[in-house]
Every structure is written in structure tokens, then in C-alpha cells.
């Protein structure tokens, strides 16, 4: 099965302006060319991450003063024509309900998993996996990555995925035998996948970078984003209470990223966390002494946090811990050299 590309379509000001552009439409700052912003500015955005006139919305003036060879002047006139063409930010109910009507729910591969997440991981959200090793946080990684390519009526994403491995768990052999259970053409499937290892958390948030150039590059071919996982290169560059604070202060900088990401380019995100004991649960009496790691921020962050344990034999569980979508629910899944799948007895 290959990957359909999406048509190109050119926007012009007037369009944006009169608000015909459809809502998931990329709209490139190339665009700023007829405002009278030189290609040379265009190419220090782009240069920082900044490919859509969405992300120059979604991004602070502060944060934008930062980029070399742009004064704070040009900013601020990039910004009032960004405000003037996408508008301020409001809308109707019925409005914002058509946005979300171009929500995509990829498979998990387990009908269960499924039903309880409300049909599959969403685009447009962070959908956070937690629990000890061997729960299958990273066989769903690898399980979604493939569903992803699916068609839209088999449960899948229609795009490509994108895999960031901060632990060295990335298996190309996992991906080839879940595309031959789910009968796609494994060479196929593997094209279709971009991988990058990241060495520190420094080069974590530079892969963002690069990764929203290549979205906004490929037009709407990119339905999943995985972060196997989030935690691990933090927990390495920061350590001991003395640089807690930093350590957040970074993480919240990747995590305000991702999320832009997710929704300026309607993808799914996938992350994998790391638990920790609490030294506090035993004097409140909670039942599990074990957290997720990433405090409040993380928590923040995350639309939907799974919640996995193990059960029986190749059995594993999975409970909503948090979600605006969907209630507290629990689901048993298997996992299997396809990958993962609906428990059996």
C-alpha cells in the first residue's frame, strides 16, 4: 500500500484574509513575500522551525525576538499580518466542532485498547503511555506506527509516521512483522516511517525543529509523531534536586512544542513515560506507591495518560488515568510478534 500525497494548493492573501482557507489547511509564511517581508527573513523562521503562518500564531513575540538577524520591528510587523490574515482566535462552537470533525483516531491494534481510548489515539492531541518495562509502551509505539498507514475505514491514519528514540528501543524487524499481520507491504511500510535517534535532550528539541519543517514541507502526509520516550534523556542531563527547576523548564519548552506540533499539523502524538516510586504514598495510603515521572508539567501536557501494567502471561493492562475525552475505563491486550493485539484466553 503506498501513501496517497495530498494535493498542493496554492492560498492566496485575499483567501486567508476572507477566511476561505480550510481550518487544517498549512499555509506556508512563504505567503509573507506579498506583505513585503524578504525571502531572506522567511528563511531564518523557517530556519528555527517556523514553516506555517499558524506556528508564527502559535509562537510569542518573546520567543521569536531570539532568532538571530531578526529585529524585534520585523517581528512585530510579522506578527500584526499574521493576526491580520488567520484573525484573532475566535470562533463558534458549531465553528470549532467542524475543526474537530478533522480529528483522525489510529487503531492501537487491540479492539479492547481501542474502545476504551474512544475509537484509537487522536491527532491533534499527546496521548501518554506510563508503566514499568515490559508493559508494551514501545510495542504500541511500533504497533501505531504501521496502523498509522492504514486507510481511514480499517482504522488507520492514512500517512506516515515519525519515531524519536531516546533509548535505543526503535526495531525495524517489530515493524515488518506487524505489517505482514496487518498484510501491507512491509518495504513499503518501512519507507514510510522516518526515524532519528536522539544523544541528549538538547537534541531532542532540535529533531522538533526539524521535524515541523518536514510536515510543513510534505503537506498533510504525516499523521503520527512518536517520542519513545519523553523522559529518559532529561532525567540523564539533569540530575539531583539542584537542577529540577531546569530540567522542567526545558521539558515544558519541548512539551509546548509537541503540542503545537499536534495541532498545527493534525497529528497524532505518541509518547512513552518512566515511573518512579513515591516516598509519599505510603503516609496517604494510596494503593499504587509507583508515579509517572515529569510531575505536573508532564500531566499538563498530555491529553489522554494510559496507564499500562502487566497481567497474565503475554497479557497486559491498560487504564484511562486522565482524559477529557473518555472516563476511567480499563482494557486487557496482548502482546504478539504482530504486534499488539485483542487478549485471548
Known amino acids: 500500500m503506498d501513501i496517497a500525497q495530498l494535493p498542493q494548493t496554492e492560498t492566496s492573501t485575499e483567501q486567508v484574509a476572507e477566511g476561505q482557507a480550510d481550518d487544517f489547511e498549512l ?27 499558524r506556528a508564527i500564531q502559535m509562537t510569542t513575540k518573546k520567543n521569536l525576538y531570539k532568532i538571530k538577524g531578526l529585529s ?28 474537530r470533525a478533522c480529528v483522525v483516531r489510529i487503531t492501537t491494534g487491540s479492539v479492547e485498547l481501542d474502545k476504551i481510548l474512544g475509537g484509537g489515539i487522536q491527532t491533534m492531541s499527546i496521548t501518554e503511555a506510563f508503566g514499568e ?13 504501521v496502523a498509522a498507514q492504514l486507510p481511514l475505514e480499517m ?7 515519525a ?3 531516546t533509548e535505543g528501543t526503535f526495531r525495524p524487524e517489530r515493524i515488518r512483522a506487524i505489517a505482514e499481520r496487518f498484510g501491507l507491504d512491509s518495504n513499503i511500510v518501512m519507507d514510510n516511517i522516518i526515524y532519528a535517534r536522539a544523544y541528549n535532550s538538547e537534541h531532542q528539541l532540535e529533531l ?10 510534505e503537506n498533510g502526509v504525516y499523521r503520527l509523531l512518536v517520542i519513545d520516550s519523553i523522559i529518559a534523556l532529561f532525567r540523564t542531563d539533569f540530575s539531583g534536586r539542584g537542577e529540577l527547576s531546569e530540567r522542567q523548564q526545558k521539558l515544558n519548552l ?58 497474565r502471561g503475554d497479557q497486559r493492562v491498560a487504564k484511562i488515568y486522565d482524559s477529557p475525552d473518555v472516563p476511567e475505563a ?12 485483542d487478549a485471548t484466553e
Do not use: W
Open 330 to 341: 480499563e482494557a486487557v491486550y496482548s502482546l504478539t510478534i504482530g504486534g499488539v493485539s
Open 208 to 217: 522538533l525543529t526539524e521535524l515541523a519543517a518536514r510536515f510543513a514541507e
Open 254 to 311: 519541548f512539551l509546548a512544542r509537541l503540542t503545537k506540533i499536534s495541532e498545527e499539523f493534525n497529528v497524532a502524538v505518541y509518547i512513552t513515560n518512566q515511573i518512579m516510586s513515591d516516598p509519599g504514598a505510603g503516609l496517604t495510603f494510596v494503593a499504587d506507591p509507583k508515579k509517572p515521572v515529569g510531575g505536573n508539567i508532564l500531566a499538563h501536557a498530555s491529553t489522554t495518560r494510559l496507564s499500562l501494567r502487566k497481567g
Open 155 to 161: 482504522g488507520g491514519g492514512n500517512g506516515k509516521a
Open 27 to 53: 499555509i506556508s509564511i512563504d505567503l509573507l513575500q506579498n506583505e513585503g517581508i524578504s525571502a531572506a527573513d522567511i528563511q531564518k523562521l523557517k530556519a528555527a522551525g517556523h514553516c506555517t503562518l
Open 163 to 165: 519515531f524519536v528514540d
Open 72 to 99: 524585534e520591528a520585523k517581528i512585530d510587523k510579522i506578527k500584526d499580518i499574521t493576526t491580520t490574515l488567520l484573525g484573532s482566535g475566535f470562533i463558534t462552537a458549531t465553528q470549532y466542532n467542524e475543526v
Open 133 to 145: 518495562f515490559r508493559t508494551g509502551k514501545t510495542q504500541i509505539a511500533h504497533t501505531l506506527c
